[in-house]
């Protein structure tokens, strides 16, 4: 209507509106051209990053692969590309999330309590937190043969820790059975993924942080702190016995062997006495006069030497005891 009107009023004045319609239909012809070769252009030109991969599907069905680089296709929606990370490890975080990144990360735990609390064996409870760390090893595996890989992987993920967690006690999960429980899980993960054939390789499982529920917190680190202590002293047991016994082991070993000696000596002097007390019985059995005043004789010399002073008096003299004067020697 508007349009017939103001043909009518153009008419009506006398101008002619044929070449201005010409001309704006030309510029439209050659807008929608140019509308048309850079819709192609873009849809047909695409660059594949060097951690990329380029999977090329035709009217939805797998196509082929782009490697790195400046690629061609045909214009969508005949084909459309979608770009994959093959080249570079991925992660998915589990029971918290990173903030911020840097030299000092900023982490936040809260609102993952669903995904990070966890039942031991021995039907404790554990706060469990940790990091995959994958590959796309296969994009058309990856975009084809499961439909939501990542929510796949975080649901495999949960499952495979949960059983590992479930199967251990809670020291051994607290301690001792980290490096057990990230192998564990990094081989059910990885048996998962390939059961599924979902073209995603396990790098890494990292157990970021696993501690007791903070309501139990304080209780279990004192109960820590009382093992440590029970170590400690146990330690220093076992430090002061090797050295106490060795020691006494070697002071028994020598008083051992100086008794053995002192037991030989006294033997060997016993039977050297012996052995002279036969030699003497046998020579006073052969000459006893002459070897009782041998004996005496001897018996007089060891005698002699001891004494200080000697007093040689007639053995018929009387009352010589007053001259004597016997008190001054004991002076």
Do not use: C, H
């Not at 301690?175 to 081989?187: A, L, M, N, P, W």
């Not at 202590?229 to 016995?241: C, D, F, L, V």
């Not at 200080?308 to 009387?318: A, E, Q, R, T, Y």
Request: glycine share 6%; aromatic share 8%.
């Amino acid at each position: 209507m508007a349009k017939i009107e103001i043909e009518d009023m153009f008419n009506d004045s006398g101008i002619n509106m044929g070449p201005v319609k010409e001309k704006a239909e030309k510029w439209l012809k050659v807008f929608f051209t140019w509308v048309i070769v850079f819709w192609a252009i873009s849809t047909t030109i695409y660059q594949v990053s060097p951690q990329e991969t380029g999977v090329v599907r035709q009217f939805g069905k797998f196509s082929r692969t782009a490697n790195p680089g400046l690629n061609f296709k045909l214009p969508a929606p005949l084909e459309t590309v979608v770009l994959v990370p093959t080249r570079e490890q991925l992660k998915e975080e589990f029971g918290f999330r990173t903030v911020k990144s840097g030299v000092r990360s900023e982490y936040n735990n809260k609102g993952f309590d669903q995904v990070r609390i966890m039942l031991t064996g021995d039907l404790n409870v554990a706060d469990v937190q940790w990091v995959v760390q994958y590959r796309i090893s296969d994009p058309k595996k990856y975009l084809f043969n499961v439909r939501n890989p990542k929510e796949t992987l975080r649901d495999l993920s949960e499952v495979s820790m949960r059983k590992a967690i479930g199967d251990r006690l809670v020291d051994e999960v607290l301690t001792s059975g980290r490096d057990e429980i990230q192998i564990e899980v990094k081989e059910s993960l990885q048996n998962f993924m390939d059961l599924y054939d979902s073209g995603i390789s396990i790098d890494l499982i990292q157990l970021q942080d696993v501690n007791p529920p903070p309501s139990v917190k304080d209780a279990f680190n004192e109960v820590n702190e009382a093992i440590q202590q029970k170590e400690t002293t146990i330690n220093q047991a076992r430090q002061e016995y090797n050295q106490r016994v060795p020691l006494a082991r070697g002071q028994a070993a020598k008083l051992i062997s100086e008794a053995e000696g002192y037991a030989t000596k006294r033997v060997n002097e016993a039977r050297g006495d012996a052995s002279r007390f036969d030699q003497v019985r046998e020579a006073w059995e052969k000459a006893q006069e002459v070897t009782e005043i041998r004996l005496y004789l001897e018996a007089m010399e060891e005698l002699i030497t001891k004494i200080s002073k000697i007093i040689v008096i007639d053995g018929d003299l009387n009352g010589v005891l007053p001259f004597l004067n016997l008190g001054e020697e004991k002076q």
